[in-house]
């Protein structure tokens, strides 16, 4: 990945007492420059210059953040839209965002897709497509590869929102993995609203977690909310798939802080959530646990921010001077065996 | 004597044997050796890579596009191409779209048995060779005869692009050849299956055979029909149809699929278009009835194209 506007190394999640303290920071500077990246992204939208819709992680960054640190090189991460601080945490770098909301030519997608439909799957991030759930099984393929070639140790995250559970790619694909005893582990965060269908609309159990024994896989429940309870969990989940334990199926529950996407105002979400454990913001909880634990103070905080807000100065600056996409330039190729092309192909004119 | 389908086994036991990186998915095809006996013996050669999967066509073909982003090679054969519906959105939305969007291949082969067998009904009969080659991405292969059921298949394993193989149930074990070929056609070429002057009927898989025993009914009249089978759907060979066209000035395309758009429609737009001129008469096309497939042999054997009906069409076109 490209090493601009990376943060050094971060450390895997560790219970240890030592090195906790800066696991939590590390996990925390990232959920920061996804939320001020996400709200730059955001106030550029408002002003037009977004083409496309925009999808913020807000409430999210940390059980997303505590998946995208639990990987390490060689695993497989399948994000999705609200998932810009695992992203990071995972690797992806800043530029690759900003890029890929601005529709530049430079970025990973090539003005060939937006938003949050980027990766890069050589390198373990795959590009999610927008039909929820389809992600889960090409992770669960990785993984099958990974068996094939004997590359061992290896596992794969893949999130998903509590909609996405009601879908048949869902069912398909958990109950894939675990007749496989895939290295897999599902991070569904429940975050009470699926665009706008509240979870009594959308599914009759009483808790997630109960699918797990019906899929015959372990699950973990967990409090979205709070970041350290994210990182023990997920570090969990993702130790024991690393041990050969098979499927992990993780609930986070949470409230989504924001509209389903920036165009939506969320006027549906009820005041009852917001007045729960769930509905906490996780940035603030984990800034109040830090400065309650003394692992920080409000100038750290304050830095941090600093540090965030150039960073993302700095990308969004660099990726409005890339140029657009050049459809007499483009390759209007969707084949990799060119010569199957139907017609006089048109000669490539960029090489990716 | 070697049959379409044994053509099919044996493809599949040389791209195991050839390539490592070769697996096989689908339901039944592992010990059992497939609804078809497709894969029959193969789990017992390749111990661990010819795998039963689950009722699972999403997950069968998402798990393929997963495993050929890191270098595999999987064929997944669904049991019937009807069920590859329920695998639609996997084959559309991501194989088809992983080279465009990320610029990595996704060489993944989908075994289609499709087509119509007396007793199948609407569910085990359908020719959807028409919806997948709509969507840009994906190659179209059906093969018509032993030869190309064999070496098409091979070919479909080696293309980096995802390929859509629809094999012929009614071919299965109808079709038999002597020997296995040592080369053939490459995909995205026509083949002239019978060479004719007075009208050209252009069609693919099982229908090459109805057409061709049309031709020989047709040939007790006087006429000659030239014939031929276009091998892959996508891409089409426009040259060689079109190269026909200007020999016999007719075209008639047949199809088993149903009538609305498809590959027939196709044909007959770009007939229209680049070779308009070379008509002699207004081009015709024939398919099955605007209905499901139907299951008792009477209605079925009237609902798709048949030599009979063929040969109807062709003096309709040879009169006009
Ligand atoms: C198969 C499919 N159907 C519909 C949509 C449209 N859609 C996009 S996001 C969304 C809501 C998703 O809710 P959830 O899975 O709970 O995730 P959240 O947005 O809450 O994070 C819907 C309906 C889609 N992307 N895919």
Redesign the interface.
């Known amino acids: 990945m490209h090493d601009m506007f990376r943060l050094a190394e971060a450390p895997r999640p560790s219970c240890t007492a030592v090195e906790f303290p800066e696991t939590y920071r590390r996990a925390y500077r990232w959920m920061l420059l996804a939320r001020v990246a996400e709200e730059k992204i955001a106030s550029l939208y408002r002003g037009g210059k977004i083409t496309g819709g925009v999808f913020l992680g807000k409430g999210q960054e940390a059980i997303s953040v505590a998946t995208g640190m639990a990987l390490r090189d060689g695993d497989i991460f399948a994000p999705l839209i609200r998932d810009q601080a695992g992203r990071l945490a995972f690797g992806e770098s800043l530029l690759d965002f900003t890029l890929t909301y601005l529709g530049a030519r430079s970025g ?2 090539r003005g ?2 937006g938003n949050v ?1 980027r ?4 390198e373990g991030l795959l ?1 999610m ?3 929820l759930g ?13 068996r ?2 004997k590359k061992e140790n290896t596992v794969g995250a893949a999130c998903l929102g509590e909609g996405a559970t009601s879908t ?2 869902f069912h ?2 958990l ?2 993995a675990a ?1 496989e005893k895939l290295p897999l582990i599902l991070v569904v965060t429940n975050n009470q609203y699926a665009y706008s269908t509240p979870n009594h609309r959308q599914f009759a159990c009483n808790d997630l977690i109960d699918k797990a024994i019906g899929y015959g896989v372990k699950g973990h429940s967990v409090d979205g909310t709070d970041l350290s309870a994210c990182l023990e969990t997920i570090g969990g989940a993702v130790a024991a798939a690393r041990d050969g334990e098979g499927p992990q199926l993780v609930i986070a529950s949470n409230l989504r802080l924001a509209g389903h996407g920036e165009h939506d105002d969320a006027h549906y979400i009820s005041q009852h959530f917001k007045e729960l454990q769930l509905g906490r913001d996780c940035m603030e909880v984990a800034q109040n646990h830090m400065l309650a634990q003394k692992w920080a103070d409000s100038s750290m905080f304050d830095l941090w921010h600093r540090d965030s807000q150039s960073l993302v100065e700095e990308a969004v600056a660099h990726s409005l001077r890339e140029p657009a996409p050049d459809p007499a330039k483009e390759d209007w ?5 060119r ?5 006089n192909p048109p000669q490539p004119t960029h090489n ?1 | 004597m070697i049959t379409y389908l044994e053509a099919i086994r044996e493809a599949q036991r040389q791209a195991l044997e050839n390539d490592p990186r070769v697996y096989i998915y689908g339901q039944d095809v592992g010990a059992f050796g497939g609804a078809f006996k497709a894969t029959k013996s193969l789990a017992q050669s390749f111990p661990g890579r010819v795998l039963d999967s689950p009722i699972s066509e999403d997950a069968m073909v998402g798990s393929a596009i997963g495993a050929a982003l890191q270098g595999m090679r999987p064929i997944v054969e669904m049991q019937f191409a009807d069920f590859s519906t329920v695998g639609f959105n996997q084959i559309v939305n991501q194989a088809a779209t992983m080279f465009w969007r990320t610029g990595l291949p996704c060489p993944i082969t989908v075994r289609l048995p499709s087509g119509g067998t007396p007793g199948s009904g609407p569910f085990h009969s359908q020719n959807l060779e028409a919806l997948y080659a709509h969507y840009p991405g994906l190659i179209l292969m059906t093969p018509a005869t032993v030869e190309d059921a064999y070496a098409m298949l091979l070919e479909a394993v080696a293309i980096d692009d995802p390929v859509i193989f629809c094999e012929h149930k009614y071919l299965y074990y109808h079709l038999k050849a002597d020997t296995l070929p040592k080369e053939a056609l490459p995909a995205g070429k026509a083949r002239v299956a019978r060479a004719g002057r007075d009208a050209t009927v252009v069609t693919y898989s099982a229908m090459v055979h109805e057409s061709l025993a049309a031709a020989d009914e047709l040939a007790t009249e006087g006429w000659e029909i030239e014939v031929i089978d276009l091998r892959t759907i996508k891409p089409l060979d426009t040259d060689t149809v079109l190269a026909s066209v200007a020999r016999t000035g007719r075209i008639l395309a047949v199809g088993e699929a149903w009538p609305w758009g498809g590959v027939t429609a196709e044909i007959l737009a770009r007939v229209a278009a680049e070779g308009f001129n070379l008509l002699d008469a207004p081009p015709m096309r024939l398919n099955s009835k605007d209905t499901p497939v139907p299951y008792h042999p009477n209605l079925w054997g009237t609902h798709r194209p048949t030599a009979r009906s063929i040969a109807d069409s062709l003096r309709v076109l040879l009169r006009s």
Do not use: T
Request: glycine share 8%; with cysteine.
């Open positions: 990973p997608m060939r897709d439909h990766g890069r799957p050589k590009p497509i927008s039909h389809a992600m889960v099984s090409v992770v669960n393929g990785i993984l099958m590869a990974h094939f070639q048949g790619a398909e694909s109950n894939q007749v190729c969707a084949l990799a065996s010569h199957l092309l139907e017609g990716h």
